[in-house]
């Protein structure tokens, strides 16, 4: 750990909160540094100023000013010209032109068509170069979902930075999981653990329904399977039920002056696929998936972040200690696919061997809330939806669901950005 630790403040100059919250889940935290470290300072189409801003811009669309402020130091570190930092519009134009794409590609990827692609290579002046756009591609899906982690675990700045962090009385916005890997969690651990008025016997109960549910899933899976109507019919529900899930803490965040600047368009924020009559196609992962077409198209325009990036999914997806709160030796594949491909299913993407039934008997409503809310929009999580879901578990094992949904967060937005690159070339 001390030795993560080391490397995180030699590639970042700082120990930063995000890493301090990371450090519970260690395999993740190296893929995800080391990451990270290629896309900002090793080698690449675009220049180091060029991807802060383009960090920026991403954070920006979901108010994070957590990672805006640390990329406008970094900005300013590597010689980025502060005018820029009074507005997009203050920005070079090549720049500018690629606020639709991190509009879209932050509320409603399922929008992205070649057309956007072209209007970026096409331009008849600043025009972006396919690896350039590779690269900006991938830096605004990182930060999109690094500002849903930021919001997931109540993340704050650190001690020295402006609204930094300091002992106050735990509020329903204000809370972090860096307190807990601090150690300074007398007053908060309490609450996260009390969430609300829930008996620790309500609480232990819920574990034990979820594992027998597992346990009967896998019972029904030997016996039976459903056919491939069956199938397709269940992803078509669960697709449409997601719309219906919406948590009642929902209310507009009015973006701050200093974030909003780094954006255009401030009133374009998520909306489900099929409000007001919109039909989206479904997205068929066996017509276009990250291991046979991202990954390589990826790879080839950008060199090793393709094979970066897919180390880290693979690790958010498979990572398990084989316990479920109080229990030990438990299989939990089935539970973390059922996030992955619920999160997936909300941006209208389909497995074709999935049983998407299973979602409904595994994630419960509140769950369900603060999976849509960490994933569509972050700004608005709450500490009380962060404590009412699996109440008896971990920190680490919430900090672990949080790893999920990014990851399959920035899947979903890279096969949409990268399946319209793919049909632009062809």
Known sequence: MHALFADSFAALGRLDNITLVMVFHPQYLESFLKTQHYLLQM????????????????????QCSYLVNLHVNDFLHVGGDPKWLNGLENAPQKLQNLGELNKVLAHRPWLITKEHIEEL???????????????????????????????????????HCDGGHTFRPPSVSNYCICDITNGNHSVDEMQVNSAGNVSVSDSFFEVEALM??????????????????????????????????????????????????????????????????????????????W??????????????????????????????????????????????RAIWNYIHCMFGIRYDDYDYGEINQLLDR???????????????????????????FKHSEKVHVNLLLIEARMQAELLYALRAITRYMT
């Open 43 to 62: 080698d690449g189409p675009l220049p180091l100023h060029f991807r802060h801003y383009i960090g920026i811009m991403a954070a920006a669309r979901h």
């Open 212 to 289: 027998e549910k597992m346990r009967q899933l896998q019972e029904c899976r030997d016996e039976e399977e459903a056919s491939q109507e069956e199938m397709a019919s269940r992803f078509e529900i669960e697709k449409r039920e997601s719309m219906f899930v919406f948590s009642s803490d929902d209310e507009e965040v009015t973006p701050a002056r200093d974030v909003s600047r780094h954006f255009e368009d401030t009133s374009y924020g998520y909306k489900d696929f099929s409000r007001h009559g919109m039909h989206v196609p479904t997205f068929r992962v066996q017509d276009y998936c």
């Open 121 to 159: 290579l096409k331009a008849e002046e600043h025009s972006w170069s396919l690896a350039e756009l590779v690269h900006a591609v991938v830096l605004l899906t990182h930060y999109h979902s690094l500002a849903s982690f930021t919001f997931g675990c109540g993340i704050s700045p650190e001690i």
């Open 291 to 336: 291991e046979d077409h991202g990954y390589s198209l990826v790879n080839r325009l950008y060199p090793d972040v393709g094979q970066l990036i897919d180390e880290k999914f693979h690790i958010a997806y498979n990572l398990t200690y084989n316990t479920m709160a109080m229990h030990k030796d438990v299989d939990t594949s089935m539970l973390r």
């Open 366 to 392: 509140s769950f369900k809330v603060y999976i849509k809310t960490v994933v569509c929009t972050p700004e608005k999580v709450t500490k009380r939806m962060y404590d009412s879901f699996w109440r008896q």
